[in-house]
Nanobody, 126 residues
């Protein structure tokens, strides 16, 4: 099974930047989709970004377009979420997740993902 470990969260001032990492282990095959989600207190978990492990297009939630970048390092089996121009409303626990054989149109659906990391807290102060 795939194991995912996030890191890189922390406290940052509004307008600042953070880079989250998600190290994957296990069978990281090309048919795997990796996604970033977040959950703020009292709110449902929401989609942030996703892409196929083999590359190609990346899907971003509208509220992060132009501010967040999803990248990967194949040699390290690690994906990254580079976050810039952070806002207080970006405060949440951020999760990395993986799913297999996901159609691109389903990338935003949390129910499609099988494996989840433990999450990393991001707090943006105003």
């Amino acid at each position: 099974q795939v194991q995912l470990v996030e890191s890189g969260g922390g406290l940052v001032q509004a307008g600042g930047s953070l880079t989250l990492s998600c190290a994957a282990s296990g069978p990281t095959f090309s048919f795997i989709t990796l996604g970033w989600f977040r959950q703020a207190p009292g709110k449902e978990r929401e989609f942030v970004a996703a892409r196929s492990w083999r590359g190609g297009s990346t899907d971003y939630a509208d509220f992060v377009k132009g501010r967040f970048t999803f990248s990967r390092d194949n040699a390290k089996s690690t994906v990254y979420l580079q976050m810039a121009s952070l806002k207080p409303e970006d405060t949440a626990v951020y999760y990395c997740a993986s799913g297999s054989f996901l159609a691109e149109g389903t990338w935003r659906d949390t129910r499609r993902y099988i494996y989840w990391g433990q999450g990393t807290q991001v707090t943006v102060s105003s």
